[in-house]
């Protein structure tokens, strides 16, 4: 059982950055994919962005390529999401996920993760 925690999450002005952390409670925790996914209030859970296990492969979604970058220290069983950037619309509950093994095309599929944290709220002020 993996745990996770996210954190780092808060309010920020247009344009700002904010980084989030998670935090795992395995020691695997370099066996595992790792993403990041927001869900607005009245929305689903979209997919952020994903990296795989030795941090060499990054996968993000169109609307945060290029603002947000993931990544990963696995001595320290943590991962990042940096954001820079933010827009009003990036405003949702973040959350962090594990996978033992998802393929690159489903990466993206919340269905597709094992584990999840409890989430932080990010809220982007215009």
């Known amino acids: 059982q993996v745990q996770l925690v996210e954190s780092g999450g808060g309010l920020v002005q247009a344009g700002g950055s904010l980084r989030l952390s998670c935090a795992a409670s395995e020691r695997t925790f370099s066996n595992y994919v790792l993403g990041w996914f927001r869900q607005a209030p009245g929305k689903e859970r979209e997919f952020v962005a994903a990296?795989?296990?030795?941090?060499?492969?990054?996968y993000y979604a169109d609307s945060v390529k290029g603002r947000f970058t993931i990544s990963r220290d696995n001595a320290k069983n943590t991962a990042y999401l940096q954001m820079n950037s933010l827009k009003p619309e990036d405003t949702a509950v973040y959350f962090c996920?594990?996978?033992?093994?998802?393929?690159?095309?489903?990466?993206?599929?919340?269905?597709?993760?094992?584990?999840w944290g409890q989430g932080t709220q990010v809220t982007v002020s215009s």
């Open positions: 990296i795989g296990w030795s941090g060499g492969d990054t």
């Open positions: 996920a594990a996978a033992r093994s998802v393929i690159t095309t489903s990466i993206g599929s919340p269905g597709r993760y094992n584990y």
